[in-house]
């Protein structure tokens, strides 16, 4: 018999309502040399003979206890004979060429794991896309079932059974490490393969489960596992808790996890949503809000994003510019036009928009400037979320969803930004333009000067009003000077795709004050520049110096072009390397190396000290 070239875990509890129309997908693709493992996980309903109904020789079933989707994966890993591997949920949907995507690159000899996108589909069929996350090690990776696949020898390392939550972000972590130790590579299908669907009239019940799935995790390996594992089943178990109600456990749960690991703020934002959960809907709102706003009876209260928009005699352009917003997939929206005392026909254009219940118009008497406009549009904004759109720039239709499912995959995030296309005014492409992806690369690129085009960044709003929003003081730079802050507060994270579109005017700021622009970008850049590494240095690990440190000589050679000192880059460099000799260690995390070891201090001096002989000088002091 031949053996297959992937093999396919299928974990089954209770999916006799969706299992056929899954292992049909299967046989549907467009390969045919693949086998499925469907492990029946302790199911009371008719699961087996549903999926023993099937009739394909390639797909076999094998019966267990239920002992929970981690232990089911991991028997049919041992069940598997092909040296690839890949898994995917009872109620998931692959698309015809999954299969096929997957195992082509694995063609190379040097490839050990490859993933792909996939989408989120609900119940009318819309569908929200999920992007990737990126790896410091090996850029853009996805852990979620179906979204990967890895050969059967890295695999083999297993899922975690002791955990509850978050198997799959644990495996991927893992199977990066060992990836990294045996000198493989990761690969990535930029396509969405699978689809991931979404029951929320479900969300509820899920709450109550996945409490209790928490709870006996906690009571039957919490003595086992890491810290950080259990503060993190401590914060899922909080936050179930609020959801549907259970204040007081959800309070225990939380003052647990601040007292495991209490610099993680999002231990801290847990407690306080269990104590005062009209902070946010995200602890105690009903499934409802959950699904789609196609989905729901009614206008929300609080969308999900807002489009802040100034304008300013913009009556050229204001109108196609809504159009952008106003058409997006993302419905959960609203648009914020904020008209700063136009004396053109921008007041009788927006006013067009009033009885839209997604568009509030704010009108200031008379012309206050740019940052003002901004900072009362902000104000109006009740998004948790904020999408910057300028009334002569134009927002691709995919941009909101995008960014919002980014955001939605990882709470640390702050500010992200897409690729944009600058155009002119009769629509010629004049530059493709791609952000940093990764936060490590934006903090050091923005040492020559702002590398995110305005209306194409979301950041979160409590973020940004927590550090005062915009400031007058740096304009016309003043996008430049907030994004800088609030790289100190969250993450940040680049989408490659293009999803706004920048028209360049000879009307614009950037035309109309271009030296000033420039004048005051370089002042920003050069504060900054004066104390970033003397603020990793005393606040990072090795790990991020490093990421940083890579990333910025990339920058040098920009900078001396530009003709900018380095001076006081590599005099910080200095002070932070005699530091670090004398204090050896730094904090950080108690599982991480810190900045104090021989690997982060010569990450700082490689990438700041400007002459050979200065290294050899540092490395010897280290």
């Known amino acids: ?69 981690s232990a089911a994966r991991n028997r049919g890993i041992h069940e598997s004979t092909a040296p690839i591997v890949t898994f995917v949920d009872a109620d998931d949907g692959p698309e015809s060429n999954w299969l096929q995507r997957l195992v082509e690159p694995f063609q190379a000899e040097h490839i050990g794991i490859v993933c792909c996108r996939g989408l989120r589909v609900f119940p009318d069929a819309t569908a929200t ?95 086992t596992m890491s810290r950080r594992a259990v503060a993190l089943h401590e914060r899922l178990a909080a936050v179930n808790a609020a959801r549907i109600g259970h204040l007081r456990s959800a309070r225990s749960h939380a003052r647990a996890a601040v007292a495991l690991e209490p610099l993680h703020w999002t231990n801290w934002a847990t407690l306080a949503g269990a104590w005062v959960p009209l902070l946010g809907d995200r602890w105690s709102r009903p499934s409802a809000d959950r ?87 902000l104000a109006a904004c009740r998004g948790a979320l904020v999408a910057r759109l300028d009334a002569d720039d134009l927002a691709a239709p995919t941009r909101l969803q995008r960014q919002a499912a980014a955001f939605e995959d990882d709470p640390r995030l702050a500010l992200c930004a897409t690729a944009y296309d600058r155009l002119s005014g009769s629509g010629e492409l004049l530059k493709h333009s791609v952000p940093p992806s990764t936060h490590a690369e934006l903090a050091a690129a923005m040492m020559a000067g702002n590398r995110l085009q305005h209306s194409s960044v979301m950041f979160r709003r409590d973020v940004v009003q927590s550090i005062g929003g915009y400031d007058p003081d740096w304009f016309p730079v003043e996008d430049y000077d907030l994004w800088l802050r609030v790289l100190e507060r969250g993450r940040y994270v680049g989408l490659p795709t293009v ?86 260690s730094t904090g950080g995390s108690t599982s991480e190396p810190t900045i104090g070891s021989r690997i982060g201090r010569a990450a700082v001096v490689l990438a700041c000290a400007p002459r050979l002989a200065i290294v050899g000088r540092l490395a010897r002091r280290t």
């Open 291 to 377: 699904a789609p706003r196609s989905l729901r009876d009614g206008p929300t209260t609080s969308p999900r994003v807002s489009v802040l928009m100034p304008v300013f005699n913009g009556e050229d352009t204001i109108e196609d510019a809504i159009e952008s917003v106003l058409q997006q997939g993302f419905e959960d929206l609203e648009l914020v036009v904020v008209d700063d005392g136009s004396t053109d026909r921008t007041p009788t254009i927006v006013d067009r928009w009033r009885s839209d219940d997604r568009v509030t118009v704010l009108t200031n008497a008379r012309n206050e400037g740019l940052v003002a406009a901004l900072d009362r549009g």
């Open 499 to 584: 999803e706004s579109y920048y028209v360049q005017r000879a009307t614009g700021i950037s035309a109309t004050l271009s030296a000033r622009q420039a004048e005051r970008a370089d002042a920003r850049a050069a504060r900054y520049r004066a104390d970033l590494t003397g603020r990793a240095g005393a606040r990072g690990t090795a790990q991020q110096v490093v990421e940083i440190a890579r990333a910025t000589l990339s920058i040098r050679r920009r900078l001396r072009r530009r003709r900018i000192s380095t001076t006081g880059l590599d005099r910080q460099a200095l002070r932070t390397v005699n530091h670090l000799r004398r204090t050896g």
């Open 129 to 223: 896309p999920v992007e990737f996350h990126e790896d410091p090690r090996f850029g853009a990776v996805r852990f979620q079932a179906g979204s990967f696949a890895a050969r059967r020898d890295l695999v083999a390392v297993g899922f975690d059974e002791r955990l509850a939550f978050g198997e799959n972000t644990d495996i991927g972590g893992r199977l990066l490490r060992e990836a990294e130790t045996r000198g493989f590579e990761v690969a990535t299908v930029d396509e969405a393969l699978i689809r991931w669907h979404v029951d929320p009239s479900r969300e509820d019940a899920r709450d109550a489960d996945r409490l209790e799935a928490a709870e006996v995790t906690l009571r039957t390996h919490g003595e």
């Open 1 to 69: 018999m031949t053996t297959p070239s992937i093999a396919v875990i299928v974990p089954a509890y209770n999916a006799a309502a969706t299992i056929g129309r899954t292992l049909e997908a299967l046989r549907a693709q467009s390969i045919e040399d693949w086998e499925a493992i469907v492990v029946d996980d302790g199911s009371v309903d008719d699961t087996a003979s549903v999926a023993g109904g099937v009739d394909d020789d390639r797909i076999r079933i094998v019966a267990i206890e239920h002992t929970g989707v």
